[in-house]
């Protein structure tokens, strides 16, 4: 399956052409490190790019103060990874082995030269992607997360890092081992999260993680933008590559992570080509890291609560937060592309037991609580079908629960032949949940079936049921279809298929009425409004 860079191990080490470095040399300036001298430390920012002309920079062990891997950067090679595009936050510690001479550019400045020269551009990126990749691998990212697996506001948080792909390590407290031990003793058996060595976030929670690691980036709402994406799924993503590329000045605002519905799949196998498959979230990841390298800007986690329309015509977004950290931002145009929602099922304890056994994505996190376990998959659509094929490699047994007497109709025919042929997997036709057990976490399900009401013990339920759109925070500035889907196109009068009825507001991906509910088709949604959008852009220039 596609990763999202290369292996670090195997990749091929490549100097960067002499033009190039002579164009950094420009517009950088030359620093020395004596030899032990930290040259970046664990929490500060990625604002400038080092290049090596003399000397050795190693990774230390923030513990120890050891060496930690056995390689180390020389003469032509440069510091940094992916974070770099957005000024996150460094997560090693970096120290001159010997004496060492470097380049060091401001960030911005590199990001200029970066833009203008796209060759030297895809070397640091590729660079950049592997070493992300191999500190998300091996954990050697200095975030550590420290509290019960089973707790859901611990899982919130490792969802939200796992998901925008920061490298961090999960201490399960209720685990017990040497090493958890250790860091418990630490914190005082308090759900944190660490930063190095002793900068401690108590009671975290995505947002709040967010800014301690320096991601709920400065939005600066005091200027209007051009294009305010708002939901940063397949679509959104897309459309932050097509308005970056265009020279739009856009800004993308997402309430959980980058990749919507797309990042909550461990798979996607008919999106083209990627001939092996590839994870929803990677494939989003990619897209992320082409608009920040466009001059696109992410800024989450943040929910848009509220849209206004200016009397000059623009849009104000109103973000979460508190009463007084309510944070508005303005542009001139709005992409909605907040997709949708997994439905809930009636039923009277559910709310209790959401990530306390009850699932709405399966992903590795999830898959973590079904080793032990039979697993119960409720839904007869694709994402249902894909969720019950991952999960019988680590659950005992997985059992779909499908209220309709067939697959054909909802689900992809080549899933259904799988899942029909899949020994590890029992379809449950004409059956329905009409009870959950457990008190702190799910223990049991009863089911009615044709034959009467049955019973399964498990401690992992997935619930896949189709979907509603995130549309609330449009604040009947849109019209919508009966199910609160956006109209757009013919059905609002508009030539555009993807322009509302309200000047300056487009709309794509799953949450515009009759779209195809697929990665492929909001993808290119997102990418062709932006030519749209850029005309009504340029008509408002014209008209002022
Ligand atoms: C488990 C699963 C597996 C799937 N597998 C496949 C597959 O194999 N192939 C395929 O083609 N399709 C698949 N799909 C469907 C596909 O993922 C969706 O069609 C696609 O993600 C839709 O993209 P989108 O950008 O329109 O919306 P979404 O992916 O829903 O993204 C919307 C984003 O908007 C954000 N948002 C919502 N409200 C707000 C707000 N008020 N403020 C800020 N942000 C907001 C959400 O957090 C979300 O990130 C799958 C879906 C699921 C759930």
């Known amino acids: 399956m596609e990763q999202i860079g290369q292996d670090l191990e195997t990749m091929r080490r490549v100097p960067l052409a002499d033009a190039h470095v002579e164009a950094i040399c420009e517009i950088g300036s030359e620093r020395s490190y004596a030899a032990g001298e930290v040259v970046a430390e664990i929490g500060d920012p990625m604002d400038t790019f080092i290049y090596v002309l003399e000397g050795e920079i190693e990774v230390v062990n923030p513990y120890t103060n050891e060496r930690m891997l056995e390689s180390a950067l020389g003469p032509t090679q440069f510091m940094g990874e992916i974070g770099f595009l957005n000024r996150g936050t460094n997560y090693l510690r970096m120290r001159a082995s010997v004496d060492t001479r470097v380049i060091e550019t401001p960030r911005t400045a590199m990001l200029d030269l970066m833009s203008r020269v796209p060759e030297l551009s895809d070397h640091i990126i590729t660079v950049?992607?592997?070493?992300?990749?191999?500190?998300?691998?091996?954990?050697?990212?200095?975030?550590?997360?420290?509290?019960?697996?089973?707790?859901?506001?611990?899982?919130?948080v490792e969802r939200f890092l796992s998901r925008n792909r920061i490298p961090f390590k999960s201490y399960d407290m209720d685990a017990r081992d040497e090493a958890t031990n250790k860091v418990c003793d630490l914190t005082g058996h308090e759900p944190s999260v660490i930063l190095g060595t002793d900068t401690k976030l108590e009671d975290p929670t995505p947002r709040k993680v967010a800014q301690f690691l320096n991601l709920d980036l400065d939005i600066c709402s005091q200027r209007t933008f051009d294009l305010l994406i708002v939901g940063g799924g397949p679509a959104g993503v897309a459309a932050a590559v097509y308005a970056g590329s265009e020279g739009l000045d856009a800004?993308?605002?997402e309430d959980m992570a980058v990749g919507g519905q797309a990042g909550t799949s461990s798979r996607i196998e008919n999106y083209m080509g990627f001939p092996t498959g590839i994870s929803g979230t990677d494939l989003t990841y990619r897209g992320q890291?082409?608009?920040?390298?466009?001059g696109t800007r992410f800024v989450m986690p943040r929910r848009v609560n509220a849209l206004e329309r200016r009397e000059d015509g623009s849009f104000c977004a109103r973000l979460d937060g508190d009463d007084e950290d309510i944070d508005e931002i303005c542009a001139n145009a709005v992409l909605v592309s907040t997709g949708v929602q997994y439905r809930r099922l009636p039923l009277e304890n559910l709310r209790e037991l959401e990530g306390s056994g009850v699932f709405y994505s399966a992903t590795e996190m999830e898959a973590r609580f079904c080793g032990q376990t039979e697993a119960v998959v409720i839904g007869g659509g694709n994402s249902a079908g894909q969720a019950a094929m991952f999960l019988s490699r680590t659950a005992k047994h997985v059992h779909l629960v499908v209220r309709s007497g067939s697959l054909a109709a909802s689900?992809?025919?080549?899933?259904?032949?799988?899942?029909?042929?899949?020994?590890?997997?029992?379809?449950?036709?004409?059956?329905?949940?009409?009870?959950?057990?457990?008190?702190?976490?799910?223990?049991?399900?009863?089911?009615?079936t044709p034959d009467g009401e049955s019973h399964i013990d498990t401690t992992a339920l997935f619930i896949m049921i189709g979907a509603a759109p995130n549309t609330e925070w449009l604040s009947g500035l849109v019209e919508t279809d009966e199910k609160g889907f956006v109209l757009t196109g013919s059905a609002v009068g508009r030539e555009s298929p993807f322009e509302t009825g309200t000047d300056g507001i487009f709309a794509v991906g799953d949450v515009r009425s009759g779209s195809v509910k697929r990665v492929a088709s909001a993808v290119g949604e997102g990418s062709v409004v932006v030519s749209q959008i850029w005309t009504y852009l340029d008509s408002l220039k014209n008209r002022a």
Not at 134 to 151: L, N, P, T
Not at 422 to 448: K, M
């Open 128 to 156: 950049f992607s592997a070493r992300r990749r191999k500190q998300f691998e091996m954990s050697h990212g200095s975030v550590k997360v420290i509290g019960a697996d089973r707790d859901p506001a611990v899982q919130e």
């Open 251 to 253: 800004l993308v605002i």
């Open 289 to 294: 890291i082409q608009a920040l390298k466009f």
């Open 411 to 448: 689900m992809s025919s080549y899933l259904t032949s799988r899942l029909e042929a899949d020994p590890r997997i029992t379809i449950h036709y004409n059956t329905q949940v009409t009870a959950l057990h457990g008190e702190d976490w799910l223990t049991g399900v009863t089911f009615s």
